[in-house]
């Protein structure tokens, strides 16, 4: 029987507690949204003790069924004010749910930084004082070295120990990677209870309980087989998610010099065929690589220098966009520089992308000088003035250095989609309980449904919301979102997602599952969001974004108000 591990910090003490009906059947976001929910004060400070953390694997964790294996992350957001969560793969979801465990809820504030070890035998608590100050990257080695290759490590970097709100929670994979739950400043939330790092080792355990394993078995190979006979798979196995780089320059909409313009001159040189070109001159350089066991797309990478020593891994779209492009930097090399800097002082990506697209546009550095952009996150690791600003987020940054174009959504900086392109994509941005959070649901072409339009100024709304929901599903079941893609093209393929979480937990889902259980972790989060004073004056994209046309298209995001404020309406 699984069971809710609730910490309290302060004491160091800990309970398993049963876990009630109405958490039965949840797990992933829908868990700690739930959990947050009901336990945190909406008003509360997210940086005080009455904030909570929330790690939960998803309802298939552990299963048979395909990359099962994402972590959700969730509390009060300090940088949106929201309730918040986070995903990533990695080894950490799996392992809990081998140890039966269907949440951690961290709560209090510890009197030292410490790390908690989570294994068969029970919880133990360690001072992490020796951490202090220590990137994500030391912090990995330390812990592995100490704990064994069996283990999976959540930490933070100096920039949550610093309670920065782009500060973001490191996750690590099986082969000791990086994989981050970037978004939302919950790095912060960690650092704010003093927790350096949990450390999960299932040595010892078994197989996860289910329901019917031959049903679970039968689902999930039916479901492996349609997800691998999309082609959008193999597009991402060859080149990884950078393959949207051309993509989105090809349709205009590639963030570039602070959404000014929906094209850049330098994409070929940060595309996913140059980066798949340069790893394969490169020593040790991976261009297909899997971030979690069980994953049957593997759209990950290692990305090494001319020497094969790694620079980061994995080298992602969204980062590519966010300091590439978004800042007219175009030297690959520069980029994952800056990534792996983000990764080892545990900062979001596209968070610091856009903060320095800003402190650009305000003069603070030219355009495209990647030489300082590093520099500047570097500022963050030394904890000055103008490393605190960056580390803040782009709404902090262009509030303290005038600018008036800040890309961001209650305080959330946008990710690798130009909103005047792919509106249902804005209407995502606006109307998230999340912030402006592309993996809530993004609404791209496709060629299973030519009727619709992404740039068309009506209709979006109702596409948007379809999205969210199934994004909330996807993520409540723990999912990744690349193998969920190919469900909404072929839509029959879902069943067999839908029996793998009956085969699991035994409930009678019927073919609606995923849209309903979508809609209560939505309207579970925007009641959380309501209570906490926000209305639908805030689902609004920034106004340039509406008034500015976007080279070369001339798009504006033009869909009504009106319209906007129908997206979540279930
Ligand atoms: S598809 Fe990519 S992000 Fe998803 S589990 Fe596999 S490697 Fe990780």
């Not at 040189?269 to 350089?285: H, L, Y």
Request: with cysteine; hydrophobic share 40%; net charge neutral.
């Amino acid at each position: 029987m699984k069971k809710i591990l609730r910490i309290d910090l302060s004491k160091r003490q800990f309970v398993f507690e049963d876990v009630s009906t109405a958490y039965a059947t949840l797990g992933g976001r829908g868990l700690t949204s739930k959990i947050v929910s009901e336990e945190v004060p909406a008003k509360a400070d997210p940086l005080g003790k009455d904030n909570k953390v929330v790690f939960a694997p998803g309802i298939l964790a552990s299963t048979p069924a395909p990359n099962n294996g994402r972590l959700s992350v969730g509390a009060k957001s300090p940088l949106t004010h929201t309730i918040k969560e986070t995903n990533a793969g990695g080894a950490a979801a799996q392992k809990l749910a081998r140890l039966g465990i269907k949440a951690i809820v961290v709560e209090n504030i510890a009197s030292e930084l410490t790390m908690i070890k989570v294994s068969k035998g029970g919880v133990s608590f360690q001072s992490a004082e020796a951490l202090k100050g220590k990137g994500n990257h030391e912090v990995i080695s330390r812990l592995k070295a100490e704990h064994g290759e069996g283990v999976a490590i959540i930490s933070i970097g100096p920039a949550g120990e610093q309670l920065l709100s782009a500060a973001s929670v490191s996750v690590t994979s099986p082969d000791f990677a990086v994989r981050m739950a970037a978004r939302g400043g919950i790095g912060a939330v960690m650092g704010s209870k003093k927790l350096k790092a949990l450390v999960i080792d299932d040595a010892g355990t078994g197989e996860v309980e289910v329901n019917d394993k031959e049903k679970l078995r039968q689902a999930a190979a039916a479901l492996s087989k349609g997800i691998l006979s999309h082609p959008l798979i193999e597009g991402l196995r060859q080149l990884g998610t950078p393959v949207l780089v051309m993509m989105m320059n090809g349709l205009g909409g590639l963030p570039t010099k602070n959404y000014s313009l929906g094209q850049f001159e330098g994409a070929e040189n940060i595309s996913g065929e140059f980066m798949v070109q340069t790893m394969a001159k490169r020593p040790n350089s991976k261009a297909v690589h899997r971030c979690m066991q069980g994953c049957i797309v593997s759209c990950s990478n290692i990305y090494t220098d001319e020497e094969g020593k790694e620079i980061v891994s994995g080298l992602e779209y969204e980062t590519v966009g966010l300091i590439g492009s978004n800042c007219l930097i175009s030297d690959l090399d520069d980029v994952a520089r800056i990534n792996r800097l983000c990764n080892d002082l545990g900062l979001d990506t596209m968070e610091v992308g856009a903060s320095i697209a800003v402190a650009m546009e305000a003069g603070l550095l030219p355009w495209g000088d990647s030489k300082g952009a590093y520099a500047l996150v570097e500022e963050v690791g030394r904890g000055t003035e103008k490393g605190k600003m960056i580390g803040s987020g782009c709404l902090v940054t262009g509030q303290k250095l005038g600018v008036k174009r800040i890309p961001q959504v209650k305080g959330q900086s946008l990710a690798g989609y130009d909103p005047r392109v792919l509106k249902g994509t804005g209407v995502t941005y606006a109307t998230s309980p999340m912030g402006a959070d592309h993996t809530c649901g993004n609404a791209f072409p496709s060629p299973a449904n030519p009727s619709y339009d992404p740039t068309a100024s009506t209709g979006q709304a109702i596409v948007s919301g379809f999205l969210q929901c199934y994004n909330a599903a996807i993520d409540t079941l723990g999912m990744c979102l690349f193998p969920a893609l190919p469900l909404l093209d072929i839509p029959e393929l879902q069943k067999f997602l839908i029996a793998c979480a009956i085969a699991v937990t035994g409930e009678p889902f019927d073919e609606n599952y995923l849209l309903k259980l979508g809609a209560f972790v939505l309207n579970t989060e925007k009641k959380f969001n309501q209570a906490a004073g926000f209305t639908n004056k805030d689902d609004r994209l920034p106004e340039f974004f509406v008034r500015e046309q976007l080279p070369p298209s001339g798009l504006i995001f033009d869909v009504s108000e009106e319209e906007i404020d129908t997206a979540l309406r279930f």
